[in-house]
């Protein structure tokens, strides 16, 4: 940003290190990934892959707070359940997921929160209209580039089945996942409206008059 914007917007170039609003949010967002893990989930996958609104949260966490703090809170939610909390879908938690048909979506969360929060600040920054239209494009191509590839690569290793067999058991998430993304992008478009700077984390500087000017 240049001198002469910062003193129009008051506000200071984007700010490099967290501070502890950043802290809060990244733990109240892993708290939200781990709050749609308990709705129950619905197992229609042929190999016991249940269907949840993790992804929609996963998704709405790095629409919301970008690349590095979307990653931050998805893998801290990520991490606590392999730790062994029993925050993971059907209150599972461990190591032992990673060898089960669902490791690949799990292991997706964190990189699509990464890269869905990438694409939403290039939205943000170079957008003013139709941004709910953009960032459901944005979640959807994270859906299927990463959780859906890393999800079928995950129940074809941990299965042995073909990847055939999975790239079919895996199409039945793809009509929710639709509307999991819109309902992502119209939540994060709101929020964004609301709290201009939750995306860019810019710090605002003082415009008072010194005294004795």
């Keep these: 940003m240049s001198n002469t914007e910062t003193a129009r917007t008051g506000l200071s170039p984007a700010r490099r290190r967290w501070n502890a609003t950043d802290l809060g949010l990244i733990g109240v967002f892993a708290a939200l990934v781990a709050g749609a893990a308990l709705v129950p989930g619905l197992a229609v996958n042929g190999f016991g892959v249940p269907i949840t609104f993790q992804t929609l949260a996963v998704m709405l966490t790095g629409l919301v707070l970008g690349p590095g703090r979307g990653f931050a809170a998805v893998g801290l939610y990520t991490l606590l359940g392999l730790a062994g909390l029993p925050i993971f879908s059907q209150g599972r938690s461990g190591l032992g997921i990673l060898a089960g048909p669902s490791a690949g979506y799990l292991i997706a969360f964190p990189i699509a929160a990464a890269l869905v929060g990438w694409l939403a600040t290039v939205i943000i920054k170079r957008t003013a209209k139709a941004r709910a239209l953009w960032l459901f494009l944005a979640a959807t ?23 055939g067999q999975a790239f079919v058991s895996d199409l039945v998430f793809y009509p929710g996942d639709i509307v999991k993304n819109v309902l992502a992008a119209g939540i994060a478009v709101a929020l964004h409206r609301a709290f201009p700077d939750i995306l860019v984390r810019r710090v605002r500087r003082s415009t008072a008059v010194p005294a004795g000017s």
């Design 141 to 163: 191509v994270t859906s299927i580039v990463v959780v859906h590839t890393l999800g079928v690569a995950g129940i074809a290793l941990n299965t042995k089945s073909t990847i």
